[in-house]
């Protein structure tokens, strides 16, 4: 045991390392750069852990104390461009530019953020740049030649696509890219011959699939069409334009079932698709099931009030299911839109009559034979219904065709480190992340599951200042919140240094490791811990939460590159400290597993998460995590059935790894 006084003062040098690069970093130089590169290590950790708004703040700490460092503004153009502001990133890799030139990721993320403000040229001055430092980055070259694709300069896109390919012969991308521009140049010959050499190098990009049936399509070649859009939705089935494009090939080879099966798909993939609600609508009244065909057509009016198509369309299923009133208001607005639309007068008379207003009928009537006789062929010529319409197309003789896009674009692909979730650049599957203390509680209608342990629920009846909670994924928190905590801190560091007895001051202590450790400051709240243990070395929650620190520490580092060897034995020191005082603890046999299925332990993994879930066994995550350790142990139906259970008790991501490892 320490004494009280010594306590104090060393937690009052850990508070004051904290403060000092927030309040006091112009009057102290000698320590400015230490606190700096903490701020953005800190900054960059949360960055990491998706705590985008989080880190903003400590990169601007950082730029407040050292302007001139091109790394603060960087990391916080990184954040931005993850929270969609690509106009501010744009501005912060402009000042990181300024500070430091010869930094290639600065012009890479600058010129993604002016692709998605559409400044083509532009950004090709910055792909340019940064292969004058970088010329063997093929990410480069790729996003400068589609840069000049959407400037339309398709001569100089060519000629970089063969420098390309000079280089990489094996890139199979650059064929496609090739591809495109033929076909913008409408060389359909040289397109294919491009997309075919593509998918001989790689059969498994869904893009190139669906790029060759395009041109398929566009030939009138449904069935060879199809097979391709089959072959795309394999590889990439959450795509709904591929779904779409398959239904109109199926249309086309009177498969209507198939195809409306496509659009169901696209429309529960993206509910608001115009395409899917409007071709939808009108092969269910091919079909006759006219009360949904209504359904559709109303939806696609909410999106396009004055879309005369779907209004006469909607019109004629309604003077079908007996609704004349309805009718006649859409027939109306069609036709005083296109006054000499036979067809629609026809119709709208009809409902005149079914109604016995005979007058208002007769003047449609008379309005058609008037017509007729003033043309000079009387019959009105019929549109095969294979025929298709595109999107802009406004002719109302066209009521009853497919709706196409205007124009099939290739949806670019940009090659990014900055996309998706940071986590994931480094592994294709991730564990479910171990259990921790936090003041939120994370639950929802999904995932319901309420963790629960006695010491943590007899720590939350000792210490009434704040309760604190167990769950395996920290909520990001926003400047509302992350002020609060800011001034929690400043209140419980005052609270320490005023308190007189042990037993109060590891209560805070505790307190404060868990809102720093909810700030991403996971070394203050290791040193806090740290403290604790020294006055109370019994403790199963500091042994637990400074485990938890200690491993998303690792986690960042080895992101980086950092041998974590080392930290990861204390980890594992401390999880095996805190079970000797909490041997019937589920969720710290839990954690310790996770540490061994990262080491690829797989034996030791799945005896710890046995354990667990012998204790509690509706832990979602343990069920997750011993399916993933025991396929990547090659006992793939066992992993299976573990997340199937996952997903049975609200994990509903165990579901996509489940259809994985079953097509495989």
């Not at 890479?108 to 400044?119: A, D, M, S, T």
Request: charged share 25%; proline share 3%; with cysteine.
């Amino acid at each position: 045991m320490i004494n009280t006084r010594e306590l104090v003062s060393r937690i009052k040098g850990i508070r004051l390392l904290f403060l000092l690069p927030f309040y006091f970093l112009t009057f102290l130089p000698l320590h400015a750069q230490y606190n700096t590169d903490r701020l953005v290590m800190i900054g960059r950790s949360a960055l990491y852990y998706e705590d985008y708004v989080l880190s903003i703040q400590y990169f601007n700490q950082a730029i407040s104390a050292k302007p001139y460092l091109y790394e603060p503004w960087f990391f916080r153009g990184v954040a931005k461009f993850y929270l969609d502001d690509f106009r501010g990133a744009e501005s912060d890799c402009t000042e990181a530019i300024e500070r430091n030139p010869y930094v290639v990721s600065c012009y890479e993320l600058r010129g993604l953020c002016r692709i998605n403000q559409k400044k083509y040229a532009e950004a090709i001055e910055d792909y340019t740049h940064a292969l004058r430092y970088n010329p063997d980055n093929q990410g480069l070259w790729h996003n400068r030649i589609l840069c000049r694709i959407n400037e339309k300069d398709y001569e100089r896109g060519l000629s970089e696509i063969d420098t390309m390919l000079t280089h990489w012969s094996g890139y199979a991308r650059a064929y496609s890219m090739q591809a495109e521009i033929y076909l913008l140049q409408k060389d359909t010959t040289s397109a294919v011959r491009s997309l075919d050499k593509s998918l001989e190098l790689d059969p498994y990009d869904a893009g190139i699939w669906a790029e060759r049936a395009v041109i398929s399509l566009a030939r009138q070649k449904w069935s060879e069409g199809e097979g391709y859009l089959t072959k795309a939705i394999h590889l990439q089935p959450k795509n709904p334009a591929y779904y779409i494009n398959r239904a109109m090939a199926r249309y086309n080879q009177n498969g209507l079932r198939g195809a409306m099966a496509d659009y169901d798909t696209a429309l529960d993939l993206d509910p608001n698709n115009f395409l899917g609600h409007y071709n939808r609508g009108l092969l269910r009244a091919q079909v006759g099931d006219d009360n949904r065909g209504i359904e559709d057509f109303n939806f696609v009016l909410k999106l396009e009030p004055n879309n005369l198509m779907a209004l006469f369309n909607r019109a004629l299923l309604l003077e079908q299911t007996g609704d004349m009133r309805a009718a006649i208001r859409d027939y109306t607005q069609v036709i005083n839109e296109f006054p000499n639309f036979w067809f629609g007068l026809q119709h709208r008379a009809a409902c005149y009559r079914r109604l016995g207003n005979t007058k208002a009928a007769e003047l449609d009537e008379f309005r058609i034979l008037k017509a007729q006789m003033d043309k000079r062929f009387g019959k009105q010529t019929r549109l095969s219904k294979k025929q298709m319409r595109r999107k802009s197309d406004t002719d109302p003789e066209k009521y009853n065709q497919l709706v196409v896009a205007d124009e099939q674009e290739v949806e670019h692909e940009y090659k990014s480190d900055y996309r998706g979730r940071v986590q994931n650049r480094k592994v294709e599957m991730s564990y479910q992340p171990m259990y921790a203390l936090s003041f939120q509680s994370v639950n929802d209608d999904v995932h319901s599951y309420i963790a629960f342990d006695r010491e943590v629920d007899a720590f939350n009846h000792s210490s009434r200042s704040h309760k604190i909670y167990i769950g395996a994924s920290q909520p990001n928190i926003n400047e509302r919140s992350m002020k609060h905590y800011f001034e929690y801190l400043d209140s419980v560091t005052v609270a320490i240094g005023e308190a007189k007895g042990d037993r109060k001051v590891v209560s805070m202590l505790m307190l404060r490791a868990i809102a720093y450790s909810a700030i991403q400051n996971f070394d203050s709240a290791i040193d806090d811990l740290s403290t604790l243990l020294q006055i109370d070395p019994t403790s199963t929650l500091a042994y637990w939460q400074r485990a938890v620190c200690q491993a998303r520490i690792n986690e960042f580092n080895a992101s980086q590159g950092t041998n974590i060897d080392l930290k990861s034995a204390n980890v594992l020191s401390d999880l095996c400290d805190a079970l000797k005082h909490s041997p019937n603890n589920a969720y710290l046999y839990y954690n310790r597993g996770c540490l061994y299925a990262m080491r690829k332990d797989y034996q030791h993994a799945a005896d710890d998460f046995n354990c667990a879930l012998e204790l509690d066994a509706n832990i979602p995550e343990a069920w997750y995590n011993r399916g993933l350790v025991y396929i990547y142990s090659g006992k793939t139906p066992e992993g299976i059935s573990d997340l199937s259970k996952a997903g049975e008790l609200g994990l509903y991501s165990a579901y996509s790894v489940i259809k994985k490892y079953r097509e495989k």
